[in-house]
């Protein structure tokens, strides 16, 4: 499975970006799909997925909106109200489930930097 990311980029602090993972299947057979970041020097961590329902971490909370549009095969995330801690390279993913194990995808990885 194929997942391209994009829509990265510099943006100034409290600016918008959003961002686009396109998968090479329908979206809709995934259980979970959604977007992990890794600021510079850190693990990586969680943004927001979208399954049987929305998880946000905390700290995008109110500024960033997960979304899909299945008849596109993409998944969305809105980020508004951008700060420098939001930097990092952003992962696209997709969990696929059979009866008996779950595959991750991850995609390429596009890079936000917020700074003026």
């Known amino acids: 499975v194929q997942l391209q990311a994009s829509g990265g980029g510099l943006v100034q602090p409290g600016g918008s970006l959003r961002l686009s993972c396109a998968a090479y299947r329908s979206i809709d057979s995934f259980k979970t799909v959604g977007w992990y970041r890794q600021p510079p020097g850190k693990q990586r961590e969680l943004v927001a997925t979208?399954?049987?329902?929305?998880n946000y971490a905390e700290s995008v909370k109110g500024r960033f909106t997960i979304s899909r549009d299945i008849a596109k095969s993409t998944v969305y995330v809105q980020m508004s109200g951008l700060q420098p801690e939001d930097t990092a390279v952003y992962y696209c993913?997709?969990?696929?489930?059979?009866?008996?194990?779950?595959?991750?995808?991850w995609g390429q990885g596009t890079l936000v930097t917020v700074s003026s």
């Open positions: 979208i399954g049987s329902r929305i």
């Open positions: 993913y997709a969990q696929y489930c059979t009866i008996e194990t779950c595959i991750d995808f």
